[in-house]
């Protein structure tokens, strides 16, 4: 299992969109979506800033090839 914070996105985002982003994280390309499998942590608000409200994630991910991924 592979843990990953700061994965920050808008307010009115998509589970798409999450997805893609943990893709990015994980450098992987979307197709290889479907051997991902991800659990929410933690999910909080930023507002610091108030033009730019965002989410920030931390998610724990389980990948078939989590060595490769890794190495990576």
């Known amino acids: 299992m592979i843990r990953i914070s700061q994965i920050q996105l808008p307010v009115g985002h998509t589970k798409k969109q999450l997805e893609?982003?943990?893709c990015k994280k994980l450098r992987v390309s979307d197709n290889d979506i479907?051997?991902?499998k991800y659990s929410l942590v933690?999910?909080?608000l930023?507002?610091?800033n108030k033009e730019k409200i965002t989410y920030n994630y931390?998610?724990?991910v389980e990948v078939?090839?989590?060595a490769e991924i890794?190495?990576?």
Do not use: H, Q, T, Y
């Open 20 to 22: 893609s982003a943990i």
């Open 34 to 36: 479907k051997s991902v």
């Open 42 to 44: 933690k999910m909080s």
């Open 46 to 48: 930023d507002a610091r």
């Open 58 to 60: 931390v998610v724990n």
């Open 64 to 66: 078939d090839n989590e």
């Open 70 to 72: 890794l190495k990576a």
